[in-house]
């Protein structure tokens, strides 16, 4: 069995300011997991992946994430925040087997004020 | 040269209508997903088909009915609409081997409105 919480259902930032969204994940096997980004009325793009290799990933558009598996979290961060990155955003987690379930978080919305 | 395509983008349709979604993605993948997602925004599983094998059924109701043609292929056809089947519906795509094992692609969407 899996699962995922996202700490936040909402985040607030401001434009230039670093971004943090959290996730905890819970795992029967050795997990894969991701960050997906879903902009108003568009599909699901995908951020960034752990699966088992470096332990800092780094994604699209300056997030990165970082697989801590003693504290079963894979926050995803960005250094400066861009009007652009307001969207809604999930973790979602994989076990590693060939026909993969992903169990979504709840979503949290990044909101970026000028 | 879209990846995953689904058609229709938006269904709008009266309750007890049968209608059907269809995707298609173009990627060589050998898994293909559909998935609900609701007003809240959370995502979930409905099914999953493996080289045109159904391997995973969620608890969805018999009223939905996933065919798969081809590997390339899977659609949703849903009997007898109901209010709580508004949502947006997801496709996605996966590869079973090689490098990009678990990583899913997801379509646009087809937002069902039932009224």
């Known amino acids: 069995a899996q699962s995922v919480t996202q700490l936040d259902s909402h985040v607030s930032v401001s434009e230039g300011t670093p971004v943090l969204l959290r996730c905890n994940y819970s795992?029967?096997?050795?997990?894969?997991l991701f960050w997906y980004v879903q902009h108003p009325n568009k599909g699901l793009q995908l951020l960034l992946k752990?699966?088992?290799?470096?332990?800092l990933v780094k994604g699209i558009n300056g997030f990165e994430a970082e697989f801590k598996k003693s504290e079963t979290s894979f926050h995803l961060t960005k250094p400066s925040a861009h009007m652009s990155d307001a969207a809604e955003y999930f973790c979602?987690?994989?076990?590693?087997?060939?026909?993969?379930?992903?169990?979504f978080g709840k979503g949290t919305m990044l909101l970026v004020s000028p | 040269d879209t990846a995953v395509s689904q058609t229709p983008k938006y269904l709008v349709t009266q309750m007890g209508n049968d209608k059907s979604i269809k995707c298609e993605q173009n990627?060589?993948?050998?898994?293909m997903y559909w998935y609900k997602q609701d007003s809240k925004k959370f995502l979930k599983i409905m099914f999953s088909?493996?080289?045109?094998?159904?391997?995973i059924n969620e608890t969805v109701p018999n009223r939905f009915s996933p065919k798969s043609p081809d590997k390339a292929h899977l659609n949703l056809h849903i009997n007898s609409l109901e209010l709580g089947d508004s949502a947006v519906y997801f496709c996605?795509?996966?590869?079973?081997?090689?490098?990009?094992?678990?990583?899913?692609?997801f379509g646009p969407g087809t937002r069902l409105t039932v009224l």
């Open positions: 996605a795509s996966s590869s079973t081997s090689g490098r990009a094992i678990n990583e899913q692609f």
């Open positions: 795992s029967s096997y050795s997990p894969s």
């Open positions: 752990y699966t088992s290799a470096a332990t």
């Open positions: 979602v987690v994989s076990a590693n087997s060939g026909y993969s379930t992903l169990t």
């Open positions: 990627l060589g993948h050998d898994t």
């Open positions: 088909y493996n080289n045109k094998e159904l391997i």
